[in-house]
């Protein structure tokens, strides 16, 4: 099982930016992408961003609302970052990180707020 810790978030203004970190342990070496996730009251989670690891290289996806100001990123196969710049009020919501494994689904953490303030 992979396990998965969250740090980050917090309240900003629109217009500034805030960093997540997620650090997964556990058997990692079951991983095959990792991301994040979102939940704004009275909504569904929604996928931010996501990074599958690759033979040679990592494929990105992103979702629109957040391309050009959100980036993923990650320090080797267990540990990932969102870089949010020029956030809006509209980017307010639980951000989860989100681990897909080979062998057991879908594994998250607990969540962490993000509040833009206009």
């Known amino acids: 099982q992979v396990q998965l810790v969250e740090s980050g978030g917090g309240l900003v203004q629109a217009g500034g930016s805030l960093r997540l970190s997620c650090a997964a342990s556990?058997?990692?070496?079951?991983?095959?992408?990792m991301g994040w996730y979102r939940q704004a009251p009275g909504k569904t989670r929604e996928l931010v961003a996501e990074v599958t690891s690759g033979s040679s290289t990592n494929h990105e996806n992103y979702a629109d609302s957040v391309k050009g100001r959100f980036t993923i990123s990650t320090d080797n196969a267990d540990t990932v970052h969102l870089q949010m710049n020029n956030l809006k009020p509209e980017d307010t919501a639980v951000y989860y990180c989100?681990?897909?494994?080979?062998?057991?689904?879908?594994?998250w953490g607990q969540g962490t707020q993000v509040t833009v303030s206009p």
């Open positions: 556990g058997s990692t070496f079951n991983i095959k992408a």
């Open positions: 989100n681990a897909k494994t080979y062998s057991w689904g879908d594994s």
